[in-house]
């Protein structure tokens, strides 16, 4: 690491006499001039950028930082040396803060820096030369000139640096307000505003996926780059582990199995497309999925709840689920617990198979014959109820799912 310019002076034995330092100080403004010219003609970033009352306050800065350097090394007049410098450092890490606020990256800005150092030491050394100096004069001249130019940089690195974390820190707290708000359903207004602070582009959909949160970071190296990560307080009952909630961005229609390829293995639960300011509804929906105790497999493909709507309809309303069921039932409520098990098995499988006795026979393990003796028994019990299409309705979605499986509703009486 190169020394400090405090460090070099103090090694160094330069004082620079007052016809010198006033020869040099006179050379200033052209030396600005022309270092200015050189950066924009140089570094493609500047290119066209530094013109006018721009061009003119960035001369007198460059002319400002040279003065301050041959201040540094006259004769001692007095004072606190080091007063100049520091107020030299400030200015230069202010620089730095603003370039990055412009824009402009660390490279060039450091390439500015390289540009000025070169072309302040060729009008300087020309200058120093033809007042006479010895070589080893000159020779000192440039460590010094060249150890205060390498410090100006470092500032306004700094300053450069301490830009991008912080506007990188309030980003990432916009974007995680922004990402509360859609999880939350704020009106579109104030989404619209959030969007805008932090400088998310609105996509058409957004899709909610939960994953554990040890899966997160593999994940969103491979999801659309504007993924929101929703806020690490969300209440989420997960099954003893911690879940992470993610909005990823445009994965309707056929990129939505490019979505489950990519979270395969990841253990998520995948919610439905919505237009991105109803991203609630999809956090809606893959929290009522896990509600309903459904997990996907370990290493397999992500739960897609758009394959499960049937059971998270007829769970919406678990007592309404087990009112429905008692009172399609109820012919049966008279019978054994075993018999009503048998006749609902039966009555279920025989609806959704929608009377072919060969398919509910295979699907209950059971001869044909059994099944039509149980058909009678329920024709009886029923009567013409079987042929009512309200009744027949009611029945299939109390008949659904056996009971306690999709629903939190319990068995019928």
């Known amino acids: 690491m190169p020394e400090s310019f405090e460090a070099t002076r103090r090694a160094a034995h ?24 050189a950066i924009t003609a140089e570094v493609p970033s500047y290119s066209g950028t530094l013109t ?30 080091s007063t100049p410098l520091v107020s ?81 820190r309030a980003q990432r707290r916009n974007l995680e307000r922004l990402a509360g708000q859609l999880l939350a359903g704020e009106r579109e207004e104030a989404l619209l505003r959030s969007a805008d602070r932090a400088d998310w582009p609105p996509p058409q959909t957004l899709t909610v996926v939960l994953l554990p949160r040890a899966n997160l970071r593999a994940a969103l190296a491979l999801l659309p780059e504007h993924t929101l990560e929703g806020p690490d307080d969300l209440p989420v009952a997960g099954p003893g582990e911690d879940l992470a909630v993610l909005l990823v961005p445009d994965t309707h229609g056929d990129r939505r199995r490019q979505l489950a390829r990519v979270l395969h293995g990841r253990r998520a639960v995948v919610g439905p497309a919505r237009p991105w ?49 008692a009172r399609a039932l109820l012919p049966l409520a008279s019978l054994p617990p075993a018999t009503a098990e048998r006749l609902t098995e039966t009555l279920r499988s025989w609806l959704l198979h929608h009377g072919r006795r060969d398919d509910v026979a ?47 509703a319990p068995p019928p009486p």
């Open 277 to 325: 300011t109803r991203a609630a509804s999809s956090y809606e929906r893959v929290t009522r999925a896990l509600a309903l105790g459904r997990r996907p497999p370990a290493e397999g493909p992500p739960l897609d709840t758009e394959e499960h709507l049937a059971e998270l309809v007829l769970s919406a309303d678990p007592e309404g689920l087990a009112d429905l069921r």
């Open 88 to 168: 030299a450092l400030e200015a230069a890490y202010a620089l730095g803060s603003g370039e990055a606020r412009s824009g402009r990256s660390m490279d060039a800005l450091l390439a500015a820096y390289r540009v000025g150092a070169r072309v302040s030491w060729r009008e300087m050394a020309t200058t120093t030369v033809r007042e006479g100096l010895t070589a080893a004069t000159v020779a000192e001249f440039a460590e010094l000139m060249f150890a205060y130019i390498d410090e100006l940089s470092a500032a306004s690195v700094a300053g450069h640096s301490d830009e991008l974390a912080s506007a990188g």
């Open 362 to 408: 295979a699907d209950l393990f059971v001869h044909p014959q059994t099944v039509r003796y149980r058909m009678g028994k329920l024709r009886e019990l029923y009567g013409d109820r079987l042929h009512d299409p309200a009744a027949v309705l009611n029945l299939t979605l109390a008949l659904a799912f056996p009971p306690g499986e999709g629903d939190d």
């Open 14 to 37: 330069l004082e620079l006499d007052e016809r010198v330092a006033g020869a040099l100080r006179d050379r200033l403004p052209v030396l600005a001039e022309r270092t200015i010219t």
């Open 52 to 81: 006018g009352q721009m061009r003119e306050k960035i001369e007198t800065a460059v002319q400002l930082a040279l003065g301050t350097f041959l201040q540094l090394i006259e004769r001692p007049q007095g004072g606190d040396p």
